[in-house]
């Protein structure tokens, strides 16, 4: 009797090992069936991610802007949409700088992290093969994960070209056409000086927070002149909202004798805010160059 019950315990628990090996098996075999189905780019860059800088040029007449907007058409929308067109999964890309709706971009830069195992040409011909004629990758690398594409900038260079002549129709998308009548082009060489080191330029600004920290500091603004074509330049650690536009504007004002470079002065002292300037058009405004090294 007593071996017989001794028996029957055994092939109990045979029964019950069996039945949770078995079991086991077949929660290893969905486990497996699971990896299969999956995405592979997505599971990987979870645990294995890279982080990309990339230079891009684009054309602003065709944008809504650089930053995301409701309808879709801003550069960061098109950027994103053909990303998760090569990943199948959202990446969110960040900008060196938020230029305006017109505003043109011969080297803005942007990063985003994703696992890439083919390197950064293949990566490039892979956007560009998906980017119209308006917005092209220029370059790409990899780079270290404490590389921020907007918090590691040290300088920005805008340029803005005016033309003092009616523009084409192939010309006036990219620059500011003026009345070359009056225009006395020594005033604005005389005046660039004063922008020069740091300065208070909420003056020369759009809407302005006040969390935000409106001392900027320019290290080098320029004039180049070629027959009738004009060019500023302007090289900083950063820029206020419409800033290059209104310091712009401000330039041809003084120019055709509206304002003098005294106004200048005080506008800069926070003096004469409530007298209105001009804002340059977008469309001739330039992002050039970012610079992660001073």
């Not at 709706?101 to 093969?129: C, I, M, S, T, Y």
């Not at 003084?254 to 805010?273: E, H």
Request: one cysteine or more; proline letters at 3%; glycine letters at 6%.
């Amino acid at each position: 009797m007593m071996a017989r019950r001794s028996f029957l315990q055994v092939i109990h628990n045979a029964f019950f090992v069996a039945f949770y090996v078995l079991l086991g098996g077949i929660k290893i075999f969905k486990m497996v069936s699971f990896y299969n189905r999956i995405d592979k780019k997505s599971f990987y860059a979870f645990y294995n991610t890279m982080r990309w800088k990339c230079i891009c040029a684009y054309d602003g007449t065709f944008f809504a802007g650089w930053q995301s907007q409701a309808n879709h058409q801003a550069v960061q929308d098109v950027l994103e949409a053909r990303l998760c067109s090569i990943f199948k999964r959202f990446i969110r890309i960040h900008g060196s700088s938020r230029t305006d709706a017109g505003v043109h971009a011969r080297g803005q830069v942007f990063h985003f992290d994703a696992d890439w195992p083919w390197g950064p040409e293949r990566l490039k011909l892979a956007l560009n093969a998906r980017l119209e004629h308006n917005l092209r990758i220029l370059a790409v690398e990899k780079v270290s994960e404490d590389f921020h594409a907007r918090f590691s900038v040290k300088k920005k260079t805008y340029g803005y070209y005016l033309q003092l002549k009616p523009a084409d129709p192939f010309q006036y998308p990219y620059v500011w056409d003026l009345v070359p009548r009056n225009f006395e082009t020594n005033r604005i060489q005389d005046a660039l000086p004063l922008f020069v080191g740091e300065h208070d330029f909420r003056g020369f600004a759009g809407h302005v927070t006040n969390k935000e920290n409106t001392l900027k500091t320019l290290y080098q603004v320029d004039l180049t002149q070629n027959g009738e074509a004009l060019a500023l330049t302007f090289t900083g650690s950063g820029f206020l909202y419409r800033m290059v536009r209104m310091l712009v504007g401000s330039l041809v004002m003084l120019a055709y004798g509206k304002i003098d470079k005294t106004f200048l002065q005080q506008r800069l002292q926070l003096k004469n805010l409530t007298i209105p300037i001009i804002t340059a058009p977008a469309r001739g405004l330039f992002l050039e160059k970012i610079d992660y090294e001073q």
